[in-house]
């Protein structure tokens, strides 16, 4: 039963997570889940939800507009961990509790009039690019504490810190150590953007290593998923 593959797959990967706390003298309270459930059926998310998640993540609007909608009633806190364009902000703002791929200040600025025009509250999480290329998002480390100046001054948001995908081709430690270097130097400037955001299936070990507070789950919760054809 499904039911049953999803609690397997929760405890596993709480398990993974309790160990690379334990590991490196971590509280396991310091870490949330958020179960990436791209791809997935409004169902799965209910599921988890029944298994005691509260945190969950998607990447493309059209298709998390859908399920937000369709699970309002749930005591969910949804993130949106995808590339955004400013085109969709207004349906992303609608249901996106934390949005955790700001990376340019014309994308903050239309978040925070949307949020604003909605009365709603979306918590920023600032995407940096580690390897300095934009091309996949992210802003460059050089231009994350302007930024995130901005969303401190801004209306509608709040600052809740930053987010990273480890680059393809390096080492995940080391550009999470990175991560956590610029995380510091935020805080030094604004105290109460404590979230790291970083770390999925195969690297949250090493993203718990280096400071995460938020690790991003999607496969090793829910098992593989089909490609994705666009
Ligand atoms: C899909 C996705 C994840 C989850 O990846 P898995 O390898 O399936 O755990 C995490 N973060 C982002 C930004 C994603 O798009």
């Not at 969303?151 to 930053?162: H, M, N, P, R, S």
């Not at 990175?178 to 109460?192: F, M, S, Y």
């Amino acid at each position: 039963m499904r039911r049953d593959e999803i609690a397997a797959g929760l405890a596993e990967v709480d398990a993974r997570i309790a160990a690379a706390c334990r590991a490196v003298g971590r509280d396991r309270g310091e870490v949330t889940l958020i179960a990436v459930t791209k791809t997935r059926p409004a169902e799965d998310v209910r599921i988890l939800s029944e298994l005691g998640v509260r945190d969950v993540g998607e990447n493309r609007d059209q298709e998390a507009a859908v399920k937000a909608r369709e699970l309002a009633g749930l005591p969910l806190t949804w993130h949106f961990v995808g590339q955004l364009q400013t085109n969709k902000v207004r349906s992303v703002v609608g249901y996106a509790d934390v949005i955790h791929s700001v990376d340019r200040l014309r994308l903050l600025e239309t978040i925070g009039k949307e949020a604003v025009r909605q009365g709603r509250s979306v918590g920023c999480l600032l995407q940096v690019a580690l390897d300095d290329d934009p091309a996949r998002g992210g802003a460059r480390p050089a231009d994350l504490l302007p930024l995130a100046d901005e969303v401190a001054l801004a209306d509608g948001v709040w600052l809740g810190g930053v987010m990273a995908v480890a680059p393809l081709g390096e080492e995940p430690a080391r550009a999470f150590e990175k991560l956590r270097e610029l995380a510091t130097r935020l805080q030094e400037q604004h105290p109460r953007a404590t979230m790291i955001s970083a770390g999925m299936s195969e690297d949250l070990a090493q993203a718990v290593a280096y400071g995460a507070t938020h690790v991003r789950v999607g496969t090793a919760l829910l098992g593989r998923r089909k490609p994705f054809v666009r």
